[in-house]
């Protein structure tokens, strides 16, 4: 299985400068290349303007400071990001041309396969990098033994810091997903509960005001300063830190979050969401940008992927309006929280009903089996705004029949003991 991990780098100051250096010739290239493929009728093969790359070492000399490969994978990279255009286009969207990139846009240098070893120098880890050096590196989580490093991106964040992100392939038998699926569970994302599950736990989403505050400060000082004065750059490093945090944090709670659902249970079943489109939507966007559910998704896929588990992404048309009971589709607005099924009487939170119809449709996709019976009623009680798993997880709730007696009142909640399951090191 293919890993990315992510170390700070401290290089002292004739390093970075080095690297600095590096990078901005990179850039360069990156520049030069999309200029003659904008000046080309047809486009060429990647591996035919690779092999144009010692000929320009000829009357460019900066290109022999930097390691070959390095400059392969600039090309490389002009490419993929052509290709990415060219799916945009084809999907229907408006798109431009690439543009050139200016030297706050072009920010990294890749090694693959070759130019790069770890290794440690008078007993501290250093990465050393082809024509740059060692630089010393934070190893603050083990590489895993049977694996083998296979790329390496150096990049410089807006904060000024450098950071290595290795391309990692572990060999590892992948768990066998479980035949009989015991713990299944369906997942229905939102704003002010981050999720709400078949099981009945409501997880709150995370209070980022402080932060948010903190960083809208800072923008607002950096507003004030005089554009491209020491003063200001200081201001904007101090910008850049503030979102980083802010990026930090956030993603800390996706992990142990999705990693949660991925090591507990057998079966998880979302909803195949557009995140972008959703974004893109009026109203409301800056909430359904910082909830990340297209992140929360792409996190939780990959770690069932690692755990054996069935990941289902289903259709998310009308779980929302359809009863979990009797199927009956009602329509309700967004500001009504509660599902009253005006055919069968049924009621339960909306967010409770949405969740069980999503692990219908994933049990189903997979060809599992549903319970015949129907959810018991779920009224919210007094004072509450999420609906305790005792009154949603019982004898009718949509699971499969081999585990329809096992099912109890449980996971009322996520406490904070259990959303720290996941040691840094195994995300």
Same mark, same amino acid.
């Given at each position: 299985?293919?890993?990315?991990?992510?170390?700070?780098?401290?290089?002292?100051?004739?390093?970075?400068?080095?690297?600095?250096?590096?990078?901005?010739?990179?850039?360069?290239? #990156?520049?030069?290349?999309?200029? /003659?493929?904008?000046?080309?009728?047809?486009?060429?093969?990647?591996?035919?303007?690779?092999?144009?790359?010692?000929?320009?070492?000829?009357?460019?000399?900066?290109?022999?400071?930097?390691?070959?490969?390095?400059?392969?994978?600039?090309?490389?990279?002009?490419?993929?990001?052509?290709?990415?255009?060219?799916?945009?286009?084809?999907?229907?969207?408006?798109?431009?041309?690439?543009?050139?990139?200016?030297?706050?846009?072009?920010?990294?240098?890749?090694?693959?396969?070759?130019?790069?070893?770890?290794?440690?120098?008078?007993?501290?880890?250093?990465?050393?990098?082809?024509?740059?050096?060692?630089?010393?590196?934070?190893?603050?989580?083990?590489?895993?033994?049977?694996?083998?490093?296979?790329?390496?991106?150096?990049?410089?964040?807006?904060?000024?810091?450098?950071?290595?992100?290795?391309?990692?392939?572990?060999?590892?038998?992948?768990?066998?997903?479980?035949?009989?699926?015991?713990?299944?569970?369906?997942?229905?994302?939102?704003?002010?509960?981050?999720?709400?599950?078949?099981?009945?736990?409501?997880?709150?989403?995370?209070?980022?005001?402080?932060?948010?505050?903190?960083?809208?400060?800072?923008?607002?000082?950096?507003?004030?300063?005089?554009?491209?004065?020491?003063?200001?750059?200081?201001?904007?490093?101090?910008?850049?830190?503030?979102?980083?945090?802010?990026?930090?944090?956030?993603?800390?709670?996706?992990?142990?979050?999705?990693?949660?659902?991925?090591?507990?249970?057998?079966?998880?079943?979302?909803? /195949?969401?557009?995140?972008?489109?959703?974004?893109?939507?009026?109203?409301?966007?800056?909430?359904?940008?910082?909830?990340?559910?297209?992140?929360?998704?792409?996190?939780?896929? #990959?770690?069932?992927?690692?755990?054996?588990?069935?990941?289902?992404?289903?259709?998310?048309?009308?779980?929302?309006?359809?009863?979990?009971?009797?199927?009956?589709?009602?329509?309700?607005?967004?500001?009504?929280?509660?599902?009253?099924?005006?055919?069968?009487?049924?009621?339960?939170?909306?967010?409770?009903?949405?969740?069980?119809?999503?692990?219908?449709?994933?049990?189903?996709?997979?060809?599992?089996?549903?319970?015949? =019976?129907?959810?018991?009623?779920?009224?919210?009680?007094?004072?509450?705004?999420?609906?305790?798993?005792?009154?949603?997880?019982?004898?009718?709730?949509?699971?499969?029949?081999?585990?329809?007696?096992?099912?109890? =009142?449980?996971?009322?909640?996520?406490?904070?003991?259990?959303?720290?399951?996941?040691?840094?090191?195994?995300?």
């Amino acid at each position: 299985m293919h890993y990315n991990y992510k170390y700070r780098l401290d290089p002292p100051g004739a390093l970075t400068e080095t690297l600095l250096h590096h990078v901005d010739t990179c850039r360069q290239l #990156y520049n030069h290349v999309l200029s /003659k493929l904008n000046e080309s009728e047809d486009i060429p093969a990647r591996y035919k303007v690779q092999g144009t790359l010692p000929k320009l070492k000829t009357w460019w000399d900066d290109l022999n400071d930097v390691h070959s490969k390095v400059l392969q994978m600039v090309v490389k990279r002009v490419y993929d990001n052509l290709s990415r255009l060219k799916r945009q286009k084809e999907s229907g969207r408006t798109v431009g041309r690439l543009k050139w990139k200016c030297p706050r846009e072009y920010r990294s240098l890749t090694y693959n396969q070759s130019g790069f070893k770890l290794k440690n120098t008078s007993g501290r880890p250093v990465l050393w990098l082809s024509k740059i050096g060692e630089i010393p590196i934070i190893l603050h989580r083990d590489i895993p033994e049977n694996s083998t490093i296979k790329q390496v991106t150096v990049k410089q964040e807006p904060t000024g810091e450098w950071f290595a992100t290795f391309g990692i392939d572990v060999d590892e038998n992948t768990p066998q997903k479980p035949e009989n699926l015991e713990r299944v569970v369906g997942i229905d994302v939102g704003i002010l509960k981050y999720v709400h599950d078949s099981d009945g736990t409501a997880v709150e989403s995370p209070d980022f005001s402080d932060e948010r505050e903190r960083l809208e400060r800072a923008q607002r000082n950096l507003s004030r300063k005089e554009h491209g004065s020491n003063n200001w750059e200081e201001q904007r490093k101090t910008v850049a830190r503030r979102h980083a945090d802010l990026k930090r944090k956030r993603r800390d709670f996706l992990h142990k979050l999705s990693n949660y659902y991925a090591r507990e249970h057998d079966l998880v079943a979302v909803e /195949k969401l557009d995140a972008k489109g959703l974004v893109e939507l009026p109203g409301n966007s800056r909430n359904r940008t910082g909830a990340s559910w297209g992140t929360f998704l792409r996190m939780l896929e #990959y770690k069932c992927e690692r755990e054996g588990t069935h990941f289902v992404a289903v259709d998310p048309r009308g779980t929302t309006k359809e009863c979990a009971s009797c199927g009956t589709e009602t329509d309700k607005p967004l500001w009504v929280r509660e599902h009253s099924c005006p055919s069968c009487g049924f009621e339960a939170d909306r967010d409770a009903n949405a969740s069980w119809n999503i692990l219908s449709r994933g049990l189903e996709d997979i060809g599992a089996e549903r319970s015949e =019976s129907t959810p018991v009623e779920t009224a919210l009680p007094t004072g509450t705004t999420s609906v305790p798993a005792k009154r949603v997880m019982e004898a009718g709730s949509p699971i499969t029949r081999s585990q329809g007696d096992l099912v109890s =009142s449980q996971k009322a909640e996520l406490s904070d003991d259990t959303l720290k399951c996941e040691p840094s090191g195994e995300r």
